[in-house]
Structure formats: structure tokens, C-alpha cells
């Protein structure tokens, strides 16, 4: 199976940056879409954005487009999601996640790591 661990979190302003990374086992990285949700307490888990095998296609939520670019490097078995502008109602833990296909990620997928809290403060 996929282990996924992620990475990056932490405390930033508002407008600020973070890059999380989601290192992976690394075996059969190439083969997986990987993605990215978050949560907040209260809340279900909210799908962020994904990125197929080949690092072409992408996908992300509306709430982030603009904002947060999903990137992976194969080479490195390690995947990314560079935040920027972020906004208080960004505040989340954030989980790296793996499936067979980007639609699978966005939905349901397979593989989670254990999370990294972002919190931006206003």
C-alpha cells in the first residue's frame, strides 16, 4: 500500500504563505493521482485540489482556485500545495490523499496520511 506523510503546517497571517508536502513510500508514487483535503472541527472533510499520475491534469476546489497550486515530483516520490493569500477560513488540519485517478481522490479516496494543522490568524 501508499504511506503518505505530510508536512509544512503551521501559523501564518492572513495573506501570508505555506507549502505543505506529502512524502510518500515511494514505490509505485508515479502510479497514483495524489491530492489534498481539509478539515475543520464540525465540518466534513472538504476536498483542496488534485493532481493525476503524469502531472498534468489538476483539479481544485473553488474556494482555493487562484490561490493554492498542486504540484508533485515524481523523481523525489514527494507531493505539493503551495498556499498563497491565505485567509483565516483556510484554518484547517489538511490531509494528503492518494486513488487510482484524479475523479477518485476527489471523492473517495484510497490512501490518507495523518494531517498538518494550517492556522492563519486574521
Known amino acids: 500500500q501508499v504511506q503518505l506523510v505530510e508536512s509544512g503546517g503551521g501559523l501564518v497571517q492572513a495573506g501570508g504563505s505555506l507549502r505543505l508536502s506529502c512524502a510518500t513510500s515511494g514505490r509505485t508514487f508515479s502510479a497514483y493521482a495524489i491530492g489534498w483535503f481539509r478539515q475543520t472541527p464540525g465540518k466534513e472533510r472538504e476536498f483542496v485540489a488534485a493532481?493525476?499520475?503524469?502531472?498534468?491534469?489538476?483539479r481544485y476546489a473553488d474556494s482555493v482556485k487562484g490561490r493554492f497550486t498542486i504540484s508533485r515530483d515524481n523523481a523525489k516520490n514527494t507531493m505539493y500545495l503551495q498556499m498563497n493569500s491565505l485567509k483565516p477560513e483556510d484554518t484547517a488540519v489538511y490531509y494528503c490523499?492518494?486513488?487510482?485517478?484524479?475523479?477518485?481522490?476527489?471523492?473517495?479516496?484510497?490512501?490518507w496520511g495523518q494531517g498538518t494543522q494550517v492556522s492563519v490568524s486574521s
Open positions: 493532481i493525476s499520475w503524469s502531472g498534468g491534469p489538476t
Open positions: 490523499a492518494a486513488g487510482q485517478s484524479i475523479a477518485q481522490v476527489a471523492s473517495k479516496p484510497r490512501y
